[in-house]
């Protein structure tokens, strides 16, 4: 009954916590190193849970033990009921120790993280390659020894500190269980038996304290600790999702506005400074820029991970502030940069585009055709039934390029998006078929510009294709520098055609 009840809660508050964690609409929270050490605090207690529930009966039991071996005594003589009186410094010293050894590991749990990274840097296959042709294996392995030995350190030296006093509490409840020895057989003048009875019953009385109170500070740490880091969790979450009162608008009439919008990340430089524009309604909108320009921060802006800083960005004139961020996110689709490898059967890595849809195979298949993964699924010996990812039985490893198009079609799911984000999607692709799919998806959004006024964002470093796009934005050290279409550009003399021009002679 225990380890059942014990697995149950285990795994319901598991869920509890992961479900926090990815309702919180924002991102920040597993991108920022303070967020991130008190959540990896808080998925090691979910984990001792397990123990608490143990914990929970064992402390009944132990104070039952308790209670009768304190009447044996005083069955013989009321004075040896004080023994317990000299056990209250054990009791204290034990309650407070944990609560030390927590605070040295929160301190430390930066490091603690480190040792973990660096584990899995050198024992999982994604690094692999890189660990090799680098030769860092051995480097790896004794910083990650240095990082653990940083962190055990502190750890260490608190639990040392802290077992002198422990030891000193046990040294005076020992004394005093000598002298209730003394006391009986001497003072007492007791039979034998009675001297027997309270030397096993002293003896167990130790014992038993030790444990009650190890498990009573066991538990008073997780409530107090662990209670607490949960209900910081609640408090964020609750926090970071208490936003949003306005519909999203059914579809795009002029188009979404950012004004004066400036960003910065937590603590760093500006990343996008006071940047005013208009991304037409039905327009297929080009964003260039160099490494580190914005891009990115920009795209993530638009499907809300992070708020401005300081303006405001407009769907339609509807604030997007305002709107929730799951049922704006709803109507958003394509795929990001650092698109995600699903390793699921490769109907659903695609499907999941669209939840609802997900086992719709002419929904699914259309996606990839959209997406011209056509041949990725041609070439898997169960089609979309095809088990992806070479860690599970019977799954199969696809090469960059094949993930990237799967990710890509699980971008087109959805049928009605207001914006559709292409982030280098084609990386992996050469030239031609880049332009190929550019053309088809500009086609279909020119097409698509009656129905919802869906706008699609281009994000390339290929010139070719971002001249087909209705408006091509300039970003340039996080400020807009350029806006216009590719004629218009080119007229300007800026900084595009002067990037077009490179471009251009080097395949000339
Ligand atoms: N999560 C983050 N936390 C802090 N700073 C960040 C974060 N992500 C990006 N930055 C910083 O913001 C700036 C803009 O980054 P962004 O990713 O938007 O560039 P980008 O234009 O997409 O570049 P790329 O062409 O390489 O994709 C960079 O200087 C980067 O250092
Ligand atoms: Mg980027």
């Not at 402390?59 to 317990?84: C, D, F, N, Q």
């Not at 109907?347 to 298949?365: I, N, Y």
Request: zero cysteines; proline letters at 4%.
């Amino acid at each position: 009954m225990q380890r059942r009840f014990r697995d149950k809660v285990t795994i319901a508050l598991e869920s509890h916590v992961a479900h926090l964690q990815t309702s919180i609409a924002s991102v920040a929270h597993q991108e920022r190193p303070e967020y991130l050490d008190r959540l990896s605090m808080l998925r090691n207690q979910v984990f001792v849970l397990d123990h608490m529930y143990v914990s929970l009966f064992s402390t009944l039991g132990w104070i039952l033990r308790l209670a009768v071996t304190m009447a044996l005594l005083a069955s013989i003589h009321p004075a040896l009921i004080l023994l317990v009186v000299f056990a209250i410094p054990t009791v204290l010293t034990s309650t407070w120790r944990p609560a030390v050894e927590r605070s040295a590991q929160e301190r430390g749990a930066q490091t603690n993280r480190l040792a973990r990274h660096l584990f899995t840097i050198a024992t999982t296959a994604p690094p692999g390659k890189e660990v090799r042709v680098t030769g860092i294996g051995e480097r790896l392995v004794t910083e990650r020894r240095a990082a653990w030995e940083r962190w055990y350190g502190p750890v260490a030296a608190a639990r040392w500190g802290s077992a002198w006093w422990y030891a000193l509490a046990w040294a005076i409840f020992g004394f005093a269980y000598v002298g209730a020895v003394v006391f009986v057989s001497s003072g007492l003048r007791a039979p034998a038996s009675a001297v027997l009875l309270v030397l096993a019953a002293g003896a167990r009385l130790s014992a038993y304290i030790g444990a009650t109170v190890g498990e009573i500070g066991f538990l008073r740490g997780f409530w107090m600790d662990g209670s607490r880091r949960l209900a910081w969790l609640e408090d964020y979450a609750a926090a970071v999702a208490a936003s949003g009162d306005l519909p999203v608008p059914g579809m795009l009439q002029r188009g979404i506005r950012f004004d004066h919008v400036s960003f910065a990340y937590p603590g760093t430089r500006v990343v996008l400074d006071d940047v005013s524009l208009t991304l037409p309604a039905g327009a297929v909108v080009a964003i260039v820029g160099e490494n580190g320009a914005g891009k990115t921060t920009l795209v993530k802006l638009l499907a809300k991970m992070y708020e401005p800083s300081s303006g405001a960005i407009f769907v339609d004139d509807t604030p997007l502030a305002r709107v929730p961020a799951g049922e704006w996110r709803a109507r958003l689709a394509g795929a990001f940069q650092d698109f995600f490898r699903f390793e699921f059967r490769a109907g659903h890595t695609v499907g999941l585009g669209d939840v609802p849809r997900m086992d719709d195979q002419p929904a699914v298949a259309a996606a990839i055709d959209r997406a011209g993964a056509g041949d990725v699924v041609a070439r898997l010996t169960l089609g979309l039934d095809t088990q992806l990812g070479p860690t599970w039985p019977g799954g199969v490893e696809l090469s960059f390029g094949q993930w990237q198009k799967l990710a890509l079609a699980r971008g087109f799911m959805r049928d009605r998006p207001l914006l559709l984000v292409l982030y280098e999607p084609t990386a992996a692709l050469d030239a031609e078929t880049e332009h190929a799919l550019f053309e088809r998806y500009a086609a279909a959004a020119r097409g698509g510009k009656s129905d919802s006024g869906r706008i699609t964002i281009l994000v390339s470093h290929r010139f070719s294709t971002v001249r087909m796009a209705d408006l091509i934005v300039v970003l340039d050290g996080s400020r807009l520098v350029e806006v216009g279409t590719h004629e218009e550009l080119m007229v300007k003399s800026g900084q595009y055609s002067e990037l077009y021009g490179i471009q251009a002679a080097a395949y000339r």
